[in-house]
């Protein structure tokens, strides 16, 4: 069957000459949930913009259910876009906005009443139907804007960064909210955000974008585990990265590195140049354990924050390093800055890429 959303080498140049997509394939299946990541200004939402039809692409196809939609223009596309400004009618009341989407439709008053009597109560909106939209909070507002999106009954929602301007509180409760309504219903959601947490929290799949390309397409957890870019271990979690000389791999089938800090063996082609640890895979250990990797340093700064050891330590190579442990250990507790420090690595979670 068909991807729900299929985009193949899209790309775009704005009039100005700025490239702004370039290159861009992606697969959505039905239903999944995914998260366009990274930096303002890397292209984000000018891909929403694309496969929403608000802007023209230059370069590439965008399918969605098999269907070329490339030209067809927004309003005959089976999607809806929900923006970060809920972008509502002030003046107009809840109804008239939510109802906003089947009018130029044209839709019949019976049939349109119905559907937006019956988002009303999905939304827990009825009871302000005939408040006007800037009477009401935030979190209304953008519940508002779901429900004008949803009534419409897209195939595939398109959300850029709906979160922003909401506090911090709404914001868990809406994400929350955005999961389960997403899970219920089961359409696909496309989400723009350029924050690591919202991502990584809601969504199955997440493009991670810098500059205009994708630099990886995976499941939140791998892209800690295993970072395929030195952008993306530079802005996702805490990594070391360390450059190195690729070496003849060693028996258990790991790539090597020789390195200033030494040896480094880890996960990634024979050809790799650059060792990627993530701050939790640190372990604070007085001998080292056979197999493990082993660095030496010295403690420059510890925070104990709740039940994790934020430890901060200088390698033989006088870089600064930043290790993730339990607070409650004995080891954490004992470190004190300008105390020696040995740690371990298993090789195993470690990920060789190229630089
Ligand atoms: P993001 O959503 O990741 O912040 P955008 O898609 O808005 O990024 O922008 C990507 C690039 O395209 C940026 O360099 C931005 O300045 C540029 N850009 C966006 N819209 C326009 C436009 N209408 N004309 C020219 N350049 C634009």
Redesign the pocket.
């Known amino acids: 069957m068909a991807h729900d959303l299929e985009l193949i080498q899209v790309g775009?140049t704005?009039?100005?000459g700025?490239?702004?997509?370039s290159d861009f394939d992606l697969k959505v299946e039905k239903g999944e949930f995914v998260a366009?990541l990274?930096?303002?200004?890397?292209?984000?939402?000018?891909?929403?913009?694309m496969i929403a039809g608000f802007?023209d692409i230059t370069n590439g196809q965008i399918l969605i259910q098999g269907r070329d939609v490339s030209t067809i223009p927004p309003e005959k596309r089976p999607t809806s876009m929900i923006f970060q400004n809920y972008a509502l009618f002030p003046h107009m009341t809840v109804r008239q906005n939510i109802a906003f989407g089947l009018d130029i439709k044209g839709m019949a008053k019976a049939e349109k009443d119905s559907k937006v009597d019956r988002i009303l109560d999905m939304f827990d909106l009825t009871e302000f139907a005939d408040r006007r939209a800037d009477r009401l909070s935030g979190g209304q507002r953008q519940r508002i804007a779901l429900a004008r999106g949803l009534v419409v009954e897209p195939e595939i929602l398109l959300l850029?960064?709906p979160l922003g301007a909401l506090d911090a509180n709404l914001r868990r409760i809406i994400q929350n909210e955005l999961k389960l309504l997403q899970r219920e219903l089961g359409i696909t959601f496309v989400f723009?955000t350029?924050a690591q947490s919202e991502a990584l929290g809601l969504s199955d799949r997440v493009v991670v974008?810098s500059n205009?390309i994708v630099e990886q397409i995976s499941h939140p957890k791998e892209l800690y585990r295993r970072p395929a870019s030195p952008f993306v271990a530079e802005f996702i979690g805490s990594n070391t990265i360390i450059k190195g000389t690729p070496q003849p791999g060693d028996a258990t089938g790991l790539a090597q590195l020789n390195t200033p800090l030494g040896v480094i063996r880890g996960h990634g082609p024979a050809d790799a140049d650059m060792a990627v640890i993530p701050a939790e895979a640190f372990r604070i250990t007085p001998a080292g354990a056979p197999g493990e990797l082993r660095f030496d340093g010295t403690v420059t700064n510890k925070s104990l924050i709740g039940s994790v050891g934020h430890i901060r330590v200088r390698l033989a190579d006088q870089r600064e390093i930043e290790v993730e442990t339990h607070a409650d250990t004995d080891a954490a507790q004992a470190l004190v800055p300008g105390a020696p420090i040995t740690l371990g690595v298993d090789p195993v979670s470690v990920t060789l890429i190229h630089s």
Do not use: N, Q
């Open positions: 775009k704005y009039p100005d700025t490239v702004a997509v366009f990274g930096p303002s200004g890397c292209g984000k939402s000018t891909t929403l913009r802007e850029d960064e723009v350029h974008m205009g």
